[in-house]
């Protein structure tokens, strides 16, 4: 059956599941307005704070041990940018509104290299 189902529509349920759990790859352009309403956002938010706080911890540890990977910075403050956009959807979105329809992957990757840019000395 599951091949069946794989050879008529290309896809089995695990295929869309796996899709739904890890999500799709960054799609459309990069929203510049919408990266600094976000970024504004997030820094002026007492609520994160902490959050963001404790990666520059994270990254202050990092780079003291000398295991510091520049690479995996944008990754690190995604957990932010992410936190961020829900709350700000939470806030000033329609009801059931999703992230994506506000700040979709690409801006929030923007802005996430951008702040490990901004903090890559691990200091405020």
């Not at 404790?54 to 041990?65: E, T, V």
């Not at 995604?78 to 700000?88: C, F, G, N, T």
């Not at 992230?99 to 903090?119: C, G, P, Q, V, W």
């Amino acid at each position: 059956m599951r091949h069946r189902l794989k050879r008529r529509y290309g896809h089995t349920s695990a295929d869309r599941r796996r899709r739904r759990r890890y999500g799709r790859a960054a799609s459309g352009p990069v929203d510049e307005t919408a990266a600094n309403e976000l970024d504004l956002y997030a820094e002026n938010t007492s609520e994160l704070y902490g959050q963001k706080k404790a990666i520059l911890a994270n990254i202050q540890r990092k780079l003291k041990s000398g295991k510091y990977d520049p690479t995996k910075a944008p990754e690190l403050w995604m957990y932010w940018v992410d936190a961020a956009a829900r709350r700000y959807v939470k806030e000033f979105g329609t009801p059931g509104q999703k992230i994506d329809s506000m700040f979709n992957k690409a801006t929030r990757e923007h802005l996430a290299k951008e702040l490990a840019d901004r903090y890559k000395s691990g200091e405020e």
